[in-house]
């Protein structure tokens, strides 16, 4: 989004590597064909693998034992031989519980009954045999012994997420269930987790392999129901190859799915308003002081589930059926105004959703060796929004979101050295909003939408998400032992949009004192007039692959070499390549060391380069046909009814008086246009990617507590953006046009536009090579390199540092207890895709570089700093079948700056735009003003359960709080500082705009057998 008044937006080492690992892998793995299969391993999106070590009383290594696991689930059997050294691994397998059975000649068999092996990670059985002659029994019950995971050195949590709503008190969302793991936080203006230190636009997600991450903007992924989820991973640094398209965290889960056994269950909960806390109204009318109050309604909230699994053929072929029943309210009431200019009604709006959530799974093990699974589900959304100002009608708007996802995933273990996966995956997602007032102009007065569609625009669409990749593994000893990795896979992504204003224009009021349009009139009222238009059918292609390799040379050292490569390729409206970035090679090297030998204690380092894809928001809002006119009047009255203004003055001032922001002026009116694909983004233009850093030391006790300490370092090190390198302030020359106009020996008059609009998607602080668009006449089709010193933008900067603790002391059936403290801190001059400042959500072309004067003072604590987080997880079995849990989240405050208006027309920046860190004439930098308040909450849950004397199964009654104790602090502050023009302060300028969740009590009841 911009809001700069001449193109306005919409609010809303690694290469000497990979050549080495490449010539490597042939090697390793021809040698493989020979050889036994080791220790190491790579991790997965859906299946998990078993590894461990088989020695005798002494402690001597048992080779040649067999180690034969057989599902407690599925019934499928498979084995592995331990080598000389007594490792074994048994790789590629589903999630759930095993049987494991060790026999070795001249030693008594051992059997492990509830070996549990979880998605993504290496679960560590070691097995001690005895002699025959030792033991009066032949077969002997295994003893886990305490054990690492000492082949990643991946970051973050595995969570089952079953037995965790069982033991926790948990909101049932995806959001709920990241908030787990340190590192973690959500990010309280857009709702989406910030992890470590990243925007909540950097984040992917996994549904069983498959990427279900919206690609228009990068916030969230589909909205799967809580109880479809068997186990989510959230990965939070340290990332394997294999793992590609994120600066920030991996969000992993896989579904749940059928058994020999069958079982079901049916469960409602229901969150009544009679019980629920209410907060404070905040005051959004940013004209005035004048208090325009709004709060969140209270609603009553219900979902109910029930779902059936179990065999269709036992031991090969299982299903899962659920479906999902949800009635979610939502909304606010809105004082009014009764007097004055920008009198306003009071508005009522109210949202419900109550679309059904339905899908499954179908597993097929065709053999022991050969796994095929199909998932399918339907997560469409339909928001309706009823909207009432005053005494007038009600409105309805209807917001669809939400889609179809298909599935489907081959796992074939070949051999003990060799494993083959292969997946193919489709999604739509709808991108629709259309309401009963579509025909009325929108009306924005007072901080709210008061006429015409509440949701401001009128938008049609879809996108559609097809995937496919392969993946490859092999095992084998060479020089140590190796698990060799290597997959390829590709998104072919489209878009289809078409937006416009409801009513096809829209009108804001301007209150008193107010620089309308950068004119220099300072009127007591004005408006804001725009029409905008914008379509088209739009295309994505991101590709990646990559190898990997774990490599162990002793028992004590584990090395973990990778290479990633990665292509995207965003198309416009045409069909024409206008961001193309290729060979984003991204080393991810790891090591892990054993400084005992006893396989407690871990030692960890990493380095890992990663890569962003371009959102398809930045296809949509740069590169489609696109018209787009602005301008400022003043006004005298208004329909008393339609709150149109009887326009009066236009005070607009523009490059030449010029109203055209997007699209081609004819000069009474802007026409459609599609950008060419060569100017609108520099043709050296780098792609954008982070660095990352990791050491940490983990120790697993004998009485299998288990401690931790990370210390990671994250650096931003390049960003796409898009700059007005085409003029500052009205009536001057940008050094850009300048520089080129000398360069090309014209008259700096005679300047063309870049970028068709005078924006350049570039990388801040580089130089750019721009190709010349037709408005260069005779120069057009020409290229010209402006220096970063002409442009004048800094370099995009983030870093994050953070210092993690953490323990934890599992659940052995009377108790459980796990926690971290997390210290931080997250500086810089870009916060990342999106802008938390004003809730921007335009991925990708924030308002962030747009000029070069509003980037003064933007270093400083970024919006996702929060130098302290403690996070306390626990469950108490008070008596038979009665359990409680509680969770504390404590959170320290947000830092904030003053944004104000740029005040030194000197032409680095528009000074009509509240966007700048500049209050009262002097620059305010990011973060240090003053700073918000602690969030700290606590939520507890009682559960019990009741086994039934009339029908098979456990019935379950539960109640959960969240915020007990009804904590109401300030989740946002006012940060804009002026209002109406420079120096004129902001009386909500440092006043609470929304207020941490008030208390919520959810009551539940559930079957199952």
């Not at 997390?822 to 747009?850: A, H, L, P, R, W």
Request: some cysteine; charged content about 20%.
């Amino acid at each position: 989004m911009k809001t700069n008044p001449t193109r306005q937006r919409l609010l809303g080492s690694s290469m000497l590597m990979a050549a080495a690992v490449a010539i490597a892998a042939p090697a390793t793995v021809a040698l493989t064909l020979a050889a036994l299969p080791g220790q190491a391993f790579a991790q997965d999106f859906s299946n998990g693998t078993m590894t461990g070590r088989v020695t005798n009383d002494s402690g001597a290594p048992v080779s040649g034992a067999s180690v034969t696991i057989r599902s407690n689930n599925k019934g499928v059997t498979r084995s592995a031989t331990t080598d000389a050294s007594g490792h074994y691994v048994i790789p590629q397998i589903p999630i759930g519980a095993y049987t494991v059975t060790v026999n070795a000649a001249n030693y008594a068999t051992v059997t492990e009954g509830n070996a549990q092996v979880s998605v993504g990670n290496a679960s560590t059985y070691d097995f001690t045999v005895h002699p025959v002659n030792a033991v009066s029994a032949v077969v002997v019950r295994a003893v886990r012994r305490p054990g690492i995971d000492f082949n990643q050195t991946t970051t973050g949590s595995v969570i089952n997420v079953q037995q965790t709503l069982d033991r926790l008190p948990l909101a049932r969302n995806i959001n709920a269930i990241t908030e787990l793991t340190p590192t973690v936080s959500i990010n309280g203006v857009f709702g989406s987790p910030s992890i470590a230190g990243s925007s909540p636009a950097e984040n992917i997600y996994y549904v069983n392999g498959f990427n279900v991450t919206n690609f228009r903007n990068l916030l969230g992924g589909a909205t799967i129901p809580f109880s479809f989820y068997d186990q989510v991973e959230v990965k939070t640094g340290g990332f394997a190859a294999e793992f590609g398209r994120t600066t920030g965290g991996a969000v992993i889960a896989v579904t749940r799915s059928g058994s020999n056994e069958f079982h079901g269950g049916v469960e409602a909960f229901w969150s009544p308003k009679s019980l629920a806390g209410r907060a404070p109204a905040v005051n959004i009318n940013n004209s005035s002081s004048d208090f325009n109050g709004q709060r969140l309604s209270k609603n009553d909230d219900y979902s109910s589930d029930v779902w059936l699994s179990g065999p269709l053929i036992k031991d090969h072929l299982f299903f899962f059926g659920f479906y999902e029943q949800r009635h979610v309210e939502g909304g606010y009431d809105q004082s009014g105004i009764a007097t004055g200019p920008n009198a306003t009604d009071p508005v009522k709006d109210r949202t419900t959703q109550d679309k059904p959530f339905y899908g499954g799974k179908i597993d097929f093990n065709l053999t022991s060796k050969q796994r095929f699974e199909a998932t399918y589900f339907k997560d469409k959304q339909q928001v309706k929004d009823f909207n009432t100002v005053g005494a007038g009608p009600t409105s309805l708007t209807n917001t669809f979101s939400g889609g179809e996802v298909k599935i489907f995933r081959y796992t074939g273990n070949f051999t003990d050295w060799f494993t083959l996966s292969a997946l193919y995956g489709e999604n739509r997602f709808d991108q629709t909003s259309r309401g009963t007032l579509d025909t009325q102009p929108n009306v924005y007065l007072n901080g709210a939408i008061v006429r015409g569609n509440p949701s401001l625009s009128v938008s049609q669409g879809n996108d559609e998400r097809k995937l496919a990749r392969v993946d490859a593994d092999f095992y084998g000893n060479f020089f140590g032992r190796h698990h060799l990795r290597i997959g390829y896979d590709q998104e072919d992504l489209r878009s289809l949009a078409t937006q416009t204003y409801s009513g096809g224009v829209y009108y804001r009021y301007y209150g008193a004192g107010t620089n309308c349009g950068g004119s220099g009139v300072i009127t007591d009222f004005c408006v804001r007039r725009r029409i905008f238009i914008q379509g088209g059918t739009f295309s994505i292609q991101d590709k990646g692959y990559y190898i990997q390799d774990v490599w162990d040379p002793t028992d004590r050292l584990s090395l973990q070499i990778g290479v990633r490569n990665e292509d995207f390729n965003n198309r416009n409206a045409i069909k024409g390549s206008f961001i193309h970035t290729t060979d984003q090679v991204g080393a991810r090297i790891g090591v892990s060391y054993d400084p005992v030998g006893d396989r407690r204690t871990k030692l960890t380092g990493f380095y890992g380069r990663y890569y962003l894809p371009i959102a398809g928001n930045t296809n949509i809002r740069e590169s489609g046909a696109e018209t787009f006119r602005e301008e400022f009047f003043t006004y005298t009255s208004r329909d008393p009814t339609t709150l149109v203004p009887v326009l009066g003055t236009n005070v607009t001032v523009k490059d030449s008086n010029h109203p055209c922001l997007e699209g081609q002026d004819t000069g009474t009116a802007c026409a459609p246009s599609v950008p060419a694909a060569g100017v609108i983004a520099a043709i050296n233009l780098k792609p954008q990617y982070q660095d990352e850093f990791i050491i940490g030391v983990e120790h697993k006790f004998d009485n299998g507590w288990k401690a931790g300490a990370h210390v990671t370092y994250r650096t931003l090190q390049s960003v796409l953006e898009d700059s007005n390198i085409g003029y500052h302030d009205a009536g001057k020359v940008s050094p850009s046009c300048a520089y080129v106009a000398g360069q090309l020996g014209i008259a700096p008059g005679s300047c063309g536009t870049f970028g068709t609009s005078g924006y350049v998607i570039l990388n801040p602080g580089n130089d750019a090579t721009i190709r010349l668009d037709s408005s260069w006449g005779a120069n057009a089709g020409k290229t010209v390199t402006i220096p970063a010193s002409v442009i004048g933008l800094p370099k995009a900067k983030r870093e994050y540092y953070a210092l993690e603790l953490n323990f934890e002391r599992p659940w052995d059936g009377k108790w459980q207890l796990d926690g971290s403290l997390v210290f931080s801190t997250s500086k810089g001059n870009y916060e990342g895709g999106v802008k938390s400042d004003n809730g921007q959500t335009d991925t990708g072309i924030t308002q962030d570089f747009d000029e070069v004067g509003w980037v003064d003072g933007a270093y400083g604590l970024l919006p996702n700093h929060h130098g302290y987080q403690l996070k306390l997880h626990g469950t108490y079995q008070i008596i038979d079948n009665l359990k409680l849990g509680g969770s504390l989240n404590v959170l320290s405050p947000r830092h904030y700056g003053c944004i104000g208006y740029y005040p030194r027309n000197d032409n680095r920046a528009d000074g009509s735009t509240l966007t700048a860190w500049y209050c009262g004439g002097k620059e305010t930098p990011r973060g240090s003003s003053f700073e918000g308040d602690w969030d700290t909450r606590l939520d507890l849950s009682l559960s019990y359960d009741l086994a039934l004397r009339f029908m098979p199964g456990t019935l379950q009654l539960r109640a959960d709080v969240f915020n007990v104790f009804d904590s109401q602090a300030v989740t946002q502050y006012g940060e804009f500082g002026e209002i109406g023009g420079p120096g004129t302060p902001n009386p909500l300028y440092r006043q609470p705009q929304g207020y941490q969740a008030p208390r919520v009590v959810r009551l539940g009841a559930s079957y199952r057998f």
